[in-house]
């Protein structure tokens, strides 16, 4: 099992970034596939981005790609995501997640979460 923890949320201006990271611990943090997702006030939790095991693959949604950039360090069992160009709708608590199985873009498939950080972009 792994736990995870993230932390980097704060408030920012649109048109700013912000790094999120994500702390691994347990079992071997290479083993799995990881993703970021997020959730705002009355909405459904969303996919952002993922990365395979190595780091060879990343997915983005739509809403993001060209903006956030995901990144993995198995030797310090980390994860980040950089975010860029900010817009109020990125607004949400943004959580990483764990899987086995591989990359993946549905939350279901994901079994281990960390608890949130939280991301206000203000206009």
């Known amino acids: 099992q792994v736990q995870l923890v993230e932390s980097g949320g704060g408030l920012v201006q649109a048109g700013g970034s912000l790094r999120l990271s994500c702390a691994a611990s347990?079992?071997?943090?290479?083993?799995?596939?990881m993703g970021w997702f997020r959730q705002a006030p009355g909405k459904e939790r969303e996919f952002v981005a993922a990365?395979?095991?190595?780091?060879?693959?990343?997915y983005y949604s739509d809403s993001v790609k060209g903006r956030f950039t995901i990144s993995r360090g198995n030797a310090k069992n980390t994860l980040s995501l950089q975010m860029n160009s900010l817009k109020p709708e990125d607004t949400a608590v943004y959580y990483c997640?764990?899987?086995?199985?591989?990359?993946?873009?549905?939350?279901?498939?994901?079994?281990?979460w960390g608890q949130g950080t939280q991301v206000t972009v203000s206009s």
């Open positions: 990365t395979s095991r190595s780091a060879g693959s990343t």
């Open positions: 347990g079992r071997t943090f290479s083993s799995y596939a």
């Open positions: 997640a764990a899987n086995l199985a591989g990359l993946a873009t549905s939350p279901a498939l994901y079994p281990y």
